[in-house]
């Protein structure tokens, strides 16, 4: 009786590693997207500049 407290003490480490490192992993998802989002934007940022940039050169 006493090995099956270790066998439930192990499993019970092992599901809590697993879902901790599953919400890293979440958590790390979400911070590279808000990244990916906020690169886009100042490329297209950039990207408008730039063009007005180079239609007032035409212009002038």
């Given at each position: 009786?006493?090995n099956l407290?270790y066998?439930?003490?192990?499993?019970?480490v092992?599901?809590?590693?697993?879902?901790?490192?599953?919400?890293?992993?979440?958590?790390r998802q979400k911070?590279?997207?808000?990244e990916?989002?906020?690169?886009?934007?100042?490329?297209?940022?950039?990207?408008?500049?730039?063009?007005?940039h180079?239609?007032?050169?035409n212009g002038?």
């Amino acid at each position: 009786m006493g090995n099956l407290v270790y066998l439930f003490a192990a499993y019970a480490v092992f599901w809590a590693v697993t879902f901790a490192f599953v919400f890293h992993i979440a958590q790390r998802q979400k911070s590279l997207q808000r990244e990916i989002e906020s690169l886009k934007r100042a490329l297209e940022t950039m990207r408008v500049s730039r063009l007005g940039h180079t239609s007032k050169q035409n212009g002038a």
